[in-house]
């Protein structure tokens, strides 16, 4: 009996908060796992709000995209770059990829006048298909 009592006496006292250790290490995991899976998609390099259309297209992950932005600022795959500078880059991916789908992402405020221009410049560096995207129609 004596060896009983001994052992109830070493026993430390029951904390509360070794009950709640369980439930702040899963909050932390979970916290890390959003933390790191958040970013799935790049973002782009200046902000872009496409028109709405009534139709989709799915995209096709081998193309380049084309940005216009609202204010005629221009992007090819997420880099920002002058109207020279397009010219060039896209002259030589479209050497690189010659069968290479372009997909233009203007923002629905971009003069058109932009958005012309800059399809000219696909068009003068030999592009075979031009997609135009859009935002569906929440109707």
């Known amino acids: 009996m004596r060896f009983a009592k001994s052992k109830a006496l070493n026993r430390r006292p029951r904390n509360d908060d070794d009950a709640v250790m369980p439930l702040i290490n ?3 995991l979970l916290l890390i796992f959003f933390m790191v ?17 009534s139709s989709g297209v799915n995209e096709d992950p081998g193309s380049l995209t084309l940005l216009v932005g609202r204010d005629g600022e221009t992007a090819l795959d997420g880099v920002a770059m002058s ?22 992402k203007a923002d629905g405020g971009a003069k058109a ?6 399809m000219e410049i696909i068009r003068d560096a030999g ?7 859009t935002v569906p129609d929440q109707s």
């Open 26 to 28: 899963i909050v932390f």
């Open 37 to 53: 899976a958040g970013k799935l998609t790049s973002s782009d390099p200046f902000e872009i709000s496409p028109p709405s259309s």
């Open 83 to 104: 109207e020279t500078e397009l010219v060039k880059a896209l002259t030589d991916r479209l050497q690189e990829e010659p069968g290479a789908i372009l997909r233009l």
């Open 113 to 118: 006048a932009d958005v012309i221009q800059v």
């Open 127 to 133: 592009a075979g298909e031009l997609n135009l995207l």
